[in-house]
């Protein structure tokens, strides 16, 4: 397996705060791995862990991932496709949520259930300590400002224990990240923002001024009809796709952003990689910037 170099054609490079950590900025999400409803066995095995070895091999160093993904078969497939892993692959998971029979998501955020999270991950991924973790704090409807205190605590536990390198947040607002720094160091934020939901805007400025990566999921997700209009005729200006459009403008929008585009298709992977060498020329980002205005 060949080992990630630092690319700048994936973004440029970043190193996560008080680490030695350095990933390019575009890495890859691998919810989409597991099958319908981020539930089961993939559709196609052996696509899966083709997606996986092309971002290897193309110099992504950053892959999102979590064990209630599937459950479990995500992280499954990422060790069969990767363990050994080469190094500088930077592996990121998730803790705090539980999957039902019925697909369900529900919060997972007592002690037994963290270590056991932990625990789970270690198994799957084949690691004796993980990377990163981060807490995923807040519900479907986004984050919820409640004292994350108690669970951030264990994970503090387990970091002295060694299983886990370093901690991170999800789901979370700017008050939690405040009180998750008196109990831990957070090396990166992981919540909903793109260019037609900016309600984040604080937190990503705030985690800007500190230097902490700040990692936005569904970079399309929520988009409404005239938004929508608005990003695919910026698009074809310019010859590229709406989602290559949305990755080069959050790559534009700060520079500790990470971006996790997940996919189960080498061709839709490859697209996401060639967006990373976009540069969005000034009346392009201009108009981008008023897509969260436009609605209905």
């Avoid at 054609?9 to 350095?22: A, E, H, M, S, V």
């Avoid at 999400?29 to 290897?56: F, I, S």
């Avoid at 029979?101 to 963290?114: I, M, V, Y």
């Amino acid at each position: 397996m060949n080992t990630p170099a630092h690319n700048p054609t994936l973004g440029g490079i970043f190193t996560l705060p008080g680490t030695t950590l350095t990933v390019n900025r575009l890495g890859y999400g691998a919810m989409q791995l597991a099958g319908p409803g981020v539930y089961g066995p993939p559709r196609d095995p052996d696509a899966a862990l083709a997606v996986l070895r092309t971002a290897v091999s193309a110099g992504i160093s950053h892959i999102d991932t979590s064990d209630f993904y599937g459950p479990h078969v995500t992280n499954q497939i990422i060790r069969q496709a990767l363990h050994p892993y080469p190094s500088g692959l930077v592996i990121v998971t998730k803790v705090g949520a539980r999957r039902e029979t019925d697909k369900s998501w529900h919060p997972a955020l007592a002690r037994e259930e963290l270590i056991s999270a932990v625990h789970d991950n270690l198994r799957n991924l084949g690691l004796e300590a993980l990377d990163v973790v981060n807490l995923r704090v807040g519900g479907i409807h986004g984050p919820s400002d409640f004292s994350i205190a108690e669970s951030l605590s264990v994970l503090a536990e387990l970091q002295k224990e060694g299983l886990i390198r370093h901690i991170g947040l999800s789901n979370v607002t700017l008050g939690q990240l405040v009180e998750a720094q008196a109990i831990t160091k957070i090396v990166c934020i992981q919540n909903y923002y793109n260019l037609a939901h900016r309600e984040d805007e604080a937190l990503l400025d705030e985690t800007t001024r500190r230097n902490i990566a700040y990692v936005p999921f569904f970079p399309l997700g929520g988009f409404e009809p005239l938004q929508i209009s608005a990003l695919q005729a910026a698009a074809d200006a310019l010859g590229k796709t709406p989602m290559q459009v949305a990755i080069a403008w959050l790559l534009q929008r700060a520079p500790n952003i990470l971006l996790i585009p997940g996919t189960s298709s080498v061709a839709h992977l490859e697209e996401n990689i060639q967006a990373a060498t976009i540069e969005l020329p000034s009346e392009i980002v201009a108009q981008l910037d008023a897509i969260a205005t436009k609605a209905g």
